[in-house]
């Protein structure tokens, strides 16, 4: 199975700072048929997930753009622009390349 | 708009059954591959199951396999996971997700529904 890792599992930041996650997989997440299927996903508190970023850099319909996703191959990276408090939850990283699909381990997001 | 129901979570004992449904609406059910994530008290997610749009190709997580079945009923849009030999360790909260992009990478969520095993 491809583990992903997450870093840092928590992240205190201040308001209207920017914001970076990154997360790191095992093995190459590029596909045969050439996409790089990484995902990242928020969960608001007492909220269900909700997909940000879809193959490394695409914003899902409604997400707003300090939301971005950028990386290649093993590293990706997830940044806020100007942290909002609207922001604040876990995300999470999820490659669905490979068989069984695996999530990374959180990384939890709160304001300073 | 997308609508996803969980139901059928509960209380039940170690080694146990329970079937977990997610009803559908607001999309073309039958058009899409359909996916089962958990996540227990407190932790991060955890992806369970796959199923394909017609029902023909199945994938579980090696944690559940052999335990658990996906299936669905695209005549009622309706998503099952029966969960059989139940164990503490699969308590958690069910997810079922429309996938979006490919196969077994959840889109949109549903609410969830609470599993609890426990004698």
């Known amino acids: 199975d491809i583990v992903m890792t997450q870093s840092p599992l928590s992240l205190p930041v201040t308001l209207g700072q920017p914001a970076s996650i990154s997360c790191r997989s095992s093995?190459?997440?590029?596909?045969?048929?050439?996409?790089?299927?990484l995902n990242w996903f928020q969960q608001r508190p007492g909220q269900s997930p909700r997909r940000l970023i879809y193959k490394v850099s695409n914003r899902d319909s409604g997400v707003p753009d300090r939301f971005s996703g950028s990386g290649s191959g093993t590293d990706f990276t997830l940044k806020i622009s100007r942290v909002e408090a609207e922001d604040v939850g876990i995300y999470y990283c999820m490659q669905g390349t490979n068989w069984p699909r695996t999530f990374g381990q959180g990384t939890r997001v709160d304001i300073k | 708009e997308v609508h996803l129901l969980e139901s059928g979570g509960g209380l039940v004992q170690p080694g146990g059954s329970l079937r977990l449904s997610c009803a559908a609406s607001?999309?073309?059910?039958?058009?899409?591959?359909m996916s089962w994530v958990r996540q227990a008290p407190g932790k991060g997610l955890d992806w369970v199951s796959v199923?394909?749009?017609?029902?023909?190709?199945?994938y579980y997580a090696d944690s559940v396999k052999g335990r658990f079945t996906v299936s669905r009923d695209n005549s009622k849009n309706m998503l099952f996971l029966q969960l059989n030999s139940l164990r503490a360790e699969d308590t958690a909260v069910y997810y079922c997700a429309k996938d979006e992009v490919v196969p077994g990478t959840p889109g949109t969520w549903g609410q969830g529904t609470l599993v609890t095993v426990s004698s």
């Open positions: 199923i394909d749009h017609s029902g023909t190709n199945t």
């Open positions: 607001g999309f073309s059910f039958s058009g899409y591959s």
């Open positions: 093995q190459s997440l590029v596909h045969s048929d050439g996409n790089t299927y």
